[in-house]
């Protein structure tokens, strides 16, 4: 059926079909978001506020934003001066209810993110997992009295919780100003709902940005002027083995040359800036991509060592993403023969310095006095 469509429609034609089936129900949708914020704005349903001031991270479309490096990067610059307790709802974990992140727990029971972020920053931050954001934050502040900064990861739909700061990361290669509601587009909620939020960060900027580029951000995303915009870049640091190894076999990417060969595993939102690093490289580059949170099984494995084997290269290592090696490294079934040969890219963001240093301005939203 499918070859057949694509035989009598040309590309042009077989969006307009399918833009004409998801309209209706992109509508629905709309009206479903509409109800429910107009539920809250109306006192219908409840907003409750914590003396101990939240923090959203969060977004207006599905997609990765980079969400994960953005909320690590915030607890790397102030938990030496908070006592900082992160809060998710532990996508895709297949636990449920709230749960304090302890060393005994796996990416199946707290969710890969929040899993990563705990094991960053082990002994120096506090961390849960909870659907209901209120019950989370209110079983959090009697298991740790200390804390005196929550960070809510992916929260910005979530409207139970009234944030002290909103803070809203946008793609810059992807940027909403043009996008559609789902599920004709990506949007989760109409763009000019961006104006809810407090900080806009611009993410995955280019290294070589120019003043030109963010001002058309600016005028792409038309903040009101009380809104800060701030613009970060994806960092890539020298490659770490997955599993514990005696001998680390690869280092550095630069040390590969033509004749060598990558295969990178990546199961993540948007790989083409992960793919697109490796291929900065000189080794041949292969790619197997799986869908986002991707659990892998044996057969998963199977496919990939097989593939692995059967490409040729000199030297061959599989490269694949920090968020994967979490569910890689806590996989029984990944060979112990292979071990020695993947390795994952960590990556941190770093946030454009202009006339505002991010860090500073959020601290300040977080001390402001309520009027």
């Not at 907003?47 to 934003?65: A, L, R």
């Not at 209110?138 to 992916?154: A, F």
């Not at 903040?223 to 640091?237: G, N, T, V």
């Amino acid at each position: 059926m499918k070859d057949f469509v694509t035989k009598i429609l040309n590309k042009d034609q077989r969006k307009k079909v399918v833009d004409a089936i998801l309209t209706p129900f992109s509508w629905l949708y709309g009206a479903g978001v509409w109800l429910r914020n107009t539920a809250f704005n109306l006192g219908l349903l409840k907003q409750e506020e914590f003396e101990v001031p939240v923090v959203s991270v969060g977004n207006i479309t599905v997609g990765g934003t980079g969400k994960t490096p953005h909320v690590e990067y915030i607890v790397q610059e102030l938990c030496q001066r908070y006592h900082i307790g992160v809060l998710s709802r532990g996508y895709k974990r297949q636990t449920h209810g709230f749960i304090m992140a302890r060393e005994s727990l796996g990416p199946k029971d707290l969710g890969d993110e929040p899993y990563q972020i705990y094991h960053k920053f082990l002994g120096m931050i506090t961390l849960a997992v909870c659907e209901d954001r209120r019950k989370g934050i209110r079983e959090m502040l009697k298991h740790d009295p200390r804390i005196n900064l929550i960070l809510l990861d992916d929260a910005f739909q979530h409207r139970y919780v009234k944030p002290k700061v909103n803070i809203v990361l946008v793609d810059y290669n992807r940027q909403p100003h043009t996008d559609r509601l789902l599920p004709l587009g990506t949007l989760r909620e109409p763009f000019r709902h961006i104006l809810k939020a407090d900080m806009v960060i611009a993410t995955k900027c280019p290294h070589d940005i120019s003043p030109l580029d963010m001002k058309l951000v600016h005028k792409n995303l038309d903040l009101y002027p009380s809104q800060q915009l701030f613009f970060s870049r994806i960092e890539y640091a020298y490659p770490k083995p997955v599993f514990p190894v005696a001998d680390v076999l690869l280092d550095n990417l630069s040390m590969l040359g033509p004749s060598d060969l990558i295969l990178g595993l990546t199961g993540i939102a948007n790989h083409r800036p992960f793919v697109k690093y490796l291929r900065s490289f000189h080794a041949q580059v292969k790619v197997i991509h799986y869908d986002d949170h991707h659990d892998y099984d044996r057969d998963d494995f199977r496919y990939i060592i097989k593939i692995f084997n059967e490409l040729q290269g000199t030297r061959k290592f599989i490269v694949t993403t920090e968020k994967d090696a979490v569910r890689i490294l806590n996989n029984p079934y990944f060979p112990l023969e292979m071990r020695s040969f993947i390795y994952f890219i960590p990556i941190r963001v770093s946030v454009n310095v202009s006339e505002v240093d991010f860090i500073q301005a959020l601290e300040a939203k977080i001390n402001e006095k309520a009027e």
